[in-house]
């Protein structure tokens, strides 16, 4: 489709090299129309070494190699067995993955199959993620202009500490990718995700504008998206979006997916700022504020609903909070 074609090559790439240059301006212009207009950007010479980030690739791929591969094998069998036979198979995905929770405690010690020079690598990574995801939360507050350290805080809850983990999957060669999606169409419940995704291997895809647009997969880029809470949190100017993952007929695509959101009792509500009572004069100039159209509610009373209705359309999820959640002290 021209027009899916037409948008991949615009797709927003941002070197954060730049922020510390003359440059700064344009690239958080391009950071600001990311997150209004595509839901997602890829972020490039992020301070993340690339050392780093070859070896959890390495350690990634070898893990499901040795511990993952044959019981996916099993799974396929039967899933391909049930499509060919005419049974409906669009609510499997044609994935391997598990997750490792980094806060507010972690379970990388009780994971099975893992030994100590994974987990290392991972307890690394996952440090030098959360950093990345904690700068780009205050780039965000700066376009948004929010005070810096604004959605930290609101992410971290009573308790201090926001919900960090990894999921961390496979995408195996598919010889029949119109019976099974990789992962079927979803918005994200959380806060900000970022990605590290293979970049060999293609298969996410976000909708803009009612086409499906590859996110082109780029060597050592980290892939960040906006999550239902930024949504929220914006009052609607960021908007989480629909993505899925293809299957395809060759190639395994690695995904190491880390969402930082909000710890489980923090209260999500529209920032004042950005809402007509407390937002800048000349926002409401450019027709941005307004009154607050999404609900306040605690995250994870979200969660249990985003659990149930994940691969459903996420405006029914924010109608159903604003019908059942219960009063929350706003001291």
Same mark, same amino acid.
């Given at each position: ?196 995704? %293979? ?101 994870? %009373? ?30």
């Amino acid at each position: 489709m021209a027009t899916a074609a037409a948008a991949s090559l615009s797709f927003p790439v941002i070197s954060m090299e730049k922020l510390e240059t003359e440059e700064r301006g344009a690239a958080m212009e391009v950071i600001r129309d990311a997150c209004e207009n595509w839901g997602f950007f890829e972020l490039l010479n992020h301070g993340i070494s690339h050392e780093l980030m070859d070896e959890v690739e390495r350690v990634s791929k070898a893990h499901y190699r040795d511990h993952r591969e044959e019981r996916f094998r099993e799974f396929a069998a039967r899933t391909l067995e049930a499509g060919e036979k005419g049974d409906d198979v669009k609510d499997v995905d044609w994935e391997s993955t598990f997750f490792v929770r980094h806060l507010p405690a972690s379970n990388l010690a009780d994971l099975p199959d893992l030994d100590d020079h994974y987990r290392q690598v991972m307890k690394e990574f996952a440090s030098e993620i959360e950093k990345l995801a904690e700068r780009v939360l205050d780039l965000l507050c700066e376009n948004l202009g929010l005070e810096k350290g604004y959605l930290k805080q609101v992410f971290a809850g009573s308790k201090g500490s926001p919900t960090f983990g990894t999921k961390v999957s496979s995408y195996p060669p598919c010889p029949r990718p119109d019976l099974v999606d990789g992962l079927r169409a979803h918005t994200d419940a959380g806060g900000v995700i970022l990605l590290f995704q %293979d970049d060999q291997v293609s298969g996410l895809q976000l909708l803009k504008d009612g086409a499906w647009v590859d996110v082109p997969p780029m060597r050592h880029a980290v892939v960040v998206n906006i999550g239902d809470q930024l949504e929220v949190i914006t009052n609607g100017r960021y908007k989480s979006v629909l993505h899925r993952v293809m299957t395809r007929t060759d190639g395994n695509r690695m995904s190491i997916a880390s969402f930082y959101n909000p710890g489980a009792d923090a209260v999500i509500f529209p920032a004042p700022a950005l809402v007509a009572d407390g937002a800048a004069a000349e926002e409401n100039e450019r027709g941005e504020g307004g009154a607050a159209v999404y609900p306040r509610f605690v995250f994870e %009373d979200y969660m249990n609903l985003y659990r149930r209705h994940k691969f459903e359309a996420k405006e029914p999820r924010f109608e159903a909070m604003k019908t059942d959640a219960a009063p929350i002290a706003t001291a």
